[in-house]
């Protein structure tokens, strides 16, 4: 029997992150019930291996795992997902992408701050900030096989932690054809919801880092739905603005809401490390030391 053309890849060891795969994985069943959908993992034998259509594992166990893991994709057409994803549309004519281009991806949020402008030592213009490698559509090519190796080389050579500076400089200076997803493929920030009209997009693929905050240091309650975690980040809009000292007649200036702190029309009051860029350098510090607890388990 042939190979399915189209379908979906996990990357996730340990059990936490594999519990987390199930859970996307129920969701992307809901609405894409024909899908055929892998797993790459750290073992084989584990409870609810018979809930993905093939398992198989890692070359080897490390935190950029899904850089190893992408290229090994039995399907033409492949959508790889992060585990902290949830899919509430059917993905309907996405993979048709792939039949004019060979990558898409979706832009990265925080686009103001120097976190997601970083590159990995090319310089590029605002304009072209980092995009995010949690939700990736790719097509089987000798470019992508090219393209993934070169990722995972200037990924190691970086010396970086995340992954996304060294896949700027590389889209910035290949010749791949990519396509940039619109945000309703990648929805990081799901008040968005709250600003787009009715017929303004179809929110397909959520991919919020909420979805594992009780795995870091914090350890809260799970979030596993959308209505808890619309609730969540409305939460942490709010103490995003009180955080920087923003009145409520800061957030109905229409020269705030264009520009936020970026060019210094609210200025910071509280201590240094609430600054927002090093606070999400600190939940990056503790998704790492997480995954590194995890691999010496």
């Known amino acids: 029997m042939s ?17 987390l795969a199930f859970a996307s994985l129920r969701s992307l069943r809901r609405h894409n019930p ?66 004019r281009f060979e990558l898409a991806l979706a832009h990265d949020v925080r686009r103001a701050s120097s976190l997601v402008q970083q590159g990995a030592g090319v310089a590029t213009p605002y ?32 010396g970086l932690k995340r992954d996304q500076p060294a896949l700027k400089d590389i889209l910035w200076s290949s010749e791949i054809r990519f396509y940039v997803l619109p945000p309703e493929f990648n929805l990081r920030r799901v008040t968005m919801l709250d600003a787009w009209e009715p017929q303004d997009a179809r929110p397909t693929i959520i991919h919020s880092h909420r979805l594992l905050d009780h795995l870091l240091e914090a350890r809260g309650a799970r979030c596993q739905d959308l209505p808890t975690l619309l609730v969540r980040e409305r939460e942490a809009l709010d103490d995003e603005w009180s955080r920087i000292g923003a009145t409520e007649a800061d957030r109905q200036d229409l020269s705030v809401l264009l520009d936020g702190i970026s060019k210094g029309l609210i200025s910071p009051k509280a201590l240094p490390e609430t600054d927002r860029d090093t606070s999400r350098s600190r939940e990056r510090a503790a998704y790492e030391r997480y995954h590194r607890r995890q691999m010496c388990a």
């Not at 190979?3 to 519990?19: H, K, L, S």
């Not at 750290?42 to 899904?66: I, M, N, T």
């Not at 000798?142 to 995972?152: G, H, S, V």
Request: glycine share 4%; with cysteine; charged share 30%.
């Open 127 to 158: 304009a072209f900030p980092q995009l995010n490698s949690g939700v990736v559509l790719y097509r089987k090519s000798d470019k992508t096989e090219t393209f993934f190796a070169e990722w995972l080389d200037r990924y190691a050579n970086s």
């Open 3 to 19: 190979e399915p053309r189209d379908g979906v890849i996990y990357v996730a060891t340990g059990d936490d992150y594999r519990d």
């Open 34 to 99: 024909d899908l055929s959908v892998d797993l790459f993992t750290d073992r084989l034998d584990f409870e609810g291996a018979d809930l993905f259509d093939r398992v198989h594992l890692v070359p080897r166990v490390h935190p950029r795992a899904k850089l190893d893991c992408m290229p090994l994709s039995r399907f033409e057409r492949t959508l790889y997902l992060d585990s902290d994803t949830l899919i509430i549309a059917p993905f309907a004519d996405l993979f048709d992408l792939m039949d």
